[in-house]
């Protein structure tokens, strides 16, 4: 007798037995990059360039409708937009199928290459190093901007100690030379900024008064055509360059603003980790943006010399007073 009963011939995609909890790489990357996250709404992610195409491409961002505070967020706007920085960085495995320590955050000081890591061993020694990928892939003319990964990490390692030591003994003081070092130069400098704005505001105001009167002027012909225009374009490009130094004002003091807030995030970081013992990726990641390295040079007594510039999250880099 013949077997009746139907069978469902349909295939579960992402099904595979015996991995049933394990997590697809990018169903994880969608979670890492879903803006919704954040509590925004988003419109037009993607489009059909042509009725005739049956597939979607995904817009830009600047072509999405982004709609902020639609519902509850799971995470907060600046969590998201730090973790999006951090995947920008690279962190695949080498050819040595490892992750570099400093994977994705040296850069070249001459060119802004990333730099390598590059792995030199004979019978006596292994030794471990970065250099710079322009050197190395011979695609500009660069130097090797050669650095040993033992040196990088005790000089990184001396860094961080001394900027959470610091935090740890004088956090307001700490806090308070984050914002200075980051504004446009301290309390007397922004309220000049603020007054300037306002007389530029209020002369673009009072210029587009006159503008208005002298049209009027024209319709009633108590000026000719010819002395409108010229009296109108001379005030026109007045205004024109007031709200160019007005736009640039307004940024000086906006950045002044961010110093304030910027500081208080980095604060919040360097208070997770101010009893670390060693560097570890999630600390270099989370506390630090970028290290740039300079190419070593040679003093007269031969003694060899190599600069890095720290650059922390947030706040760029951190000179601290002696």
């Known amino acids: 007798m013949a077997d009746n009963k139907q069978h469902d011939t349909r295939t579960t995609r992402r099904y595979h037995p015996g991995y049933e909890c394990k997590w697809a790489t990018n169903t994880v990357v969608h979670i890492l990059e879903n803006r919704e996250y954040t509590g925004c709404l988003v419109n037009f992610k993607t489009e059909k360039p042509s009725y005739k195409v049956k597939h979607s491409i995904e817009n830009p961002v600047e072509k999405q409708a982004i709609f902020e505070n639609h519902h509850e967020p799971i995470i907060d706007k ?16 080498n050819r040595y199928d490892e992750v570099g320590l400093f994977s994705g955050i ?31 892939k011979r695609t500009r003319n660069c130097t090797a901007h050669f650095i040993r990964t033992d040196l990088l990490t005790a000089g990184v390692l001396a860094n961080l100690r001394q ?28 309220a000049a900024a603020i007054k300037q704005l306002e007389q530029a505001q209020e002369r673009i105001s009072e210029i587009s008064r ?3 009167r002298l049209y009027e002027d024209n319709v009633n012909g108590k000026i000719s055509d010819e002395r409108f225009m010229e009296l109108s374009a001379d005030y026109e490009a007045e205004q024109a360059e007031l709200k160019k130094r ?13 110093a304030t807030v910027n500081a208080e995030k980095f ?6 980790h101010l009893a670390f013992e060693e560097l570890t990726p ?13 190419e070593c040079s040679y003093d007269e007594n031969g003694t060899r010399r190599q600069d890095i510039e720290i650059y922390y999250s947030f706040v760029g880099k951190i000179d601290l007073p002696e």
Not at 165 to 190: C, D, M, P
Not at 282 to 294: A, F, G, Q
Request: glycine share 4%; aromatic share 8%; hydrophobic share 35%.
């Open 163 to 190: 900027v959470t030591e610091y935090a740890a003994k004088h956090e307001s003081r700490f806090v308070k030379l984050l914002v200075q070092q980051n504004e446009i130069g301290g309390k007397r400098k922004t």
């Open 267 to 272: 604060m919040g970081i360097v208070r997770k």
């Open 78 to 93: 600046e969590t998201w937009e730090r973790v999006q920085e951090l995947r920008k960085q690279r962190k695949r495995p």
């Open 282 to 294: 999630t600390l270099l990641r989370e506390m630090i943006e970028k290290i740039v390295v300079h």
């Open 106 to 136: 040296l850069f070249c000081a001459d060119c802004g290459h990333v730099l390598y890591q590059q792995r030199y061993q004979n019978k006596d020694r292994k030794q471990d190093c970065y250099i710079c990928g322009s050197y190395k």
């Open 210 to 212: 006159i503008i208005k």
């Open 246 to 258: 007005a736009a640039a004002l307004q940024a000086e003091l906006d950045k002044s603003q961010a």
